[in-house]
């Protein structure tokens, strides 16, 4: 540190021999501060040296690492002497090689290279910056194996939605009515859609406890239950009514208790139920299927068995084999799909306490749409104002009655654009993160002939009422033919111990793309990250010169 300091003040005392003390001082501190910034160009008084040989081949060199006691010394660096320094050090290949190319032919040679290279990565680049904000993606699907695997909710509800026995005199007048005036060809007759809808605009003014007396309870239609071999009672379902199936119940919803796994696949490890259907209940008119609406469906999911359930009918075994999927969506830039349980778009939260899925989203939309516009509400679908998904929109006046020709039209318009998709359900996606089931269905007859006389045994042990109802309906000569035509049974199961796992990822990830740009860099013109900040540190010592030379330019005080 001392010799260059001595080195430093004789070549300032060599460069400015005439200079007063003041301007040597200031002088001996310029070279100071340049040396301890040490430009690239001239980073040194070695290179400094280096540069005074390279550019003036006359000149005398002293010992390496010495200065140049000459005023060349002082006025060698200049912006010319910086960057020719960087090409000389610079990795970038091009640059140097064209630099220090001895010829014409081969100056043109590597100056062609290098342009022609530089030209090459704009393009890759361009097709690698197009494929990236294309933000396309590809679904991985994985099989996975398991030991054990939760089991599916399962809800089942009976096709005839009321007991004919339990119907208040309202409702049979106007299916009496109804079915003489279609029967005769009236000209007032009514369609059995229109029906219904009568029907469920009046039962949408009951409450809850008064819905569900007009359907079937559990003992009515659950004969039998058992799950993994060990029996199951009316405190494992919950129960819920739907406006066209009536009172429906579902296992294993979590809500009153652990969710069940399983451990083993097939009939035997799974949910069996038998079912009576009670089908000398059904409603003359109303109800043209016979059987149970079963639906496969995720614990926090709301059961839709209007929407997508599998039918089972009477005097069958139903054998239903589920698969587990779960699938995993990406949401921004790749798609639309939302991460947040939104109680606002979802109606079926507060009565039912069931999470976010696009088809209630949609309904609740729907819902929506008619008490805004209409001033009435869809009577198969809830409907409650005190609650944040509607108490922000007028209240509405009532169900939506087909005797209001207003009403009428207006139901129309809406569903009309809810069908063509021109209502503006904007913040209706898919979930980001959702659990399905893929259901196959097979049959064979229940039970079988030889089995009716165990069947009726069993039957007259643990529900004699049961069977003392069904010979009063079809005579005692006819248990077989009542038996086959009331009851089915559900086997429910796991068809394989694994679950598929479907998850959307980036097909150009920003890792990917990362690599791929850096990469590009090192094919085309032999780039690395270093020589990025070599540029910088050549952008410094330009900026650094030329403060440098401003301040040498201002006038001693």
């Known amino acids: 540190m001392g010799d260059d300091l001595d080195t430093t003040m004789r070549l300032t005392s060599t460069v400015y021999p005439h200079a007063s003390e003041r301007e040597s001082r200031r002088n001996q501190e310029t070279l100071s501060k340049r040396n301890l910034y040490g430009f690239n160009g001239v980073p040194s008084q070695y290179r400094l040296t280096k540069r005074i040989s390279h550019n003036n081949n006359s000149m005398e060199l002293q010992t390496v690492g010495v200065a140049v006691e000459d005023e060349a010394a002082e006025k060698s660096l200049s912006a010319r002497v910086i960057l020719t320094g960087f090409m000389d050090f610079t990795t970038s290949h091009g640059i140097t090689h064209t630099y220090h190319a001895k010829g014409t032919l081969k100056k043109l040679f590597w100056g062609f290279l290098t342009l022609a290279s530089t030209v090459l990565l704009c393009l890759h680049l361009w097709i690698m910056i197009s494929g990236y904000i294309a933000y396309d993606s590809v679904t991985n699907i994985n099989i996975n194996e398991a030991r054990s695997l939760d089991f599916p909710a399962v809800t089942v509800c009976n096709n005839n939605g009321v007991k004919r026995s339990n119907m208040p005199s309202w409702m049979d007048d106007l299916v009496k009515s109804s079915m003489g005036s279609y029967l005769n060809g009236s000209d007032d007759k009514i369609s059995k859609n229109d029906l219904v809808k009568k029907i469920s605009e009046e039962i949408s003014l009951l409450n809850t406890t008064e819905k569900s007396m007009l359907g079937y309870s559990y003992a009515d239609m659950i004969i039998l239950c058992s799950f993994n071999g060990e029996n199951c009672f009316e405190s494992d379902f919950w129960t819920f009514y739907h406006s066209v199936y009536g009172n429906c119940y579902s296992f294993n ?17 799974g949910l069996t139920l038998i079912i009576n259907i009670g089908i000398y209940e059904y409603v003359k008119f109303l109800t043209e299927e016979a059987g149970i609406k079963v639906v496969i469906h995720d614990q926090k999911a709301m059961p839709f068995p209007d929407h997508d359930s599998l039918s089972t009918s009477p005097g069958q075994v139903n054998n239903i084999a589920v698969k587990m999927m779960n699938t995993t969506r990406l949401d921004g830039n790749y798609g639309n799909c939302t991460r947040l349980d939104s109680n606002e778009d979802n109606m079926y939260f507060y009565p039912y306490n069931v999470s976010y899925t696009q088809w209630a989203c949609l309904r609740t939309c729907y819902q929506k749409e008619l008490v805004n516009t209409c001033k009435c509400f869809d009577p198969d679908l809830p409907y409650d104002y005190d609650t944040i998904v509607f108490n922000h ?24 654009r809810f069908a063509d998709r021109t209502l503006k359900c904007g913040t209706c996606y898919q ?127």
Not at 253 to 269: F, R
Not at 397 to 408: A, D, I, R, Y
């Open 253 to 269: 919803t979590g809500k009153n208790g652990a969710i069940q796994k399983t451990s083993l696949a097939g009939p035997s490890n």
């Open 431 to 557: 979930p980001c993160n959702e659990i399905l089931y893929e259901s196959t269905q097979s049959t064979s007859s229940y039970p079988a002939l030889s089995y009716i006389d165990d069947f009726v045994a069993v039957l007259n042990k643990t529900n004699p009422l049961l069977l003392s109802k069904l010979k009063d309906e079809y005579g005692d000569d006819q248990v077989s033919f009542a038996i086959q035509s009331n009851f089915l049974k559900i086997n429910v199961f796991h068809q394989r111990m694994t679950y598929t796992t479907y998850e959307q990822v980036a097909s150009y990830d920003d890792y990917q793309f990362a690599s791929d740009f850096g990469g590009a860099w090192g094919l085309w013109i032999g780039w690395s990250t270093l020589t990025i900040f070599e540029l910088i540190e050549l952008g410094l010592d330009m900026l650094v010169y030329y403060c440098y030379n401003a301040n040498k330019s201002q006038p001693s005080q």
């Open 393 to 416: 929109i007028e209240k509405a006046k009532g169900p939506c009655k087909l005797t209001n020709s207003t009403n009428v039209n207006c139901i129309t318009e809406v569903s009309s």
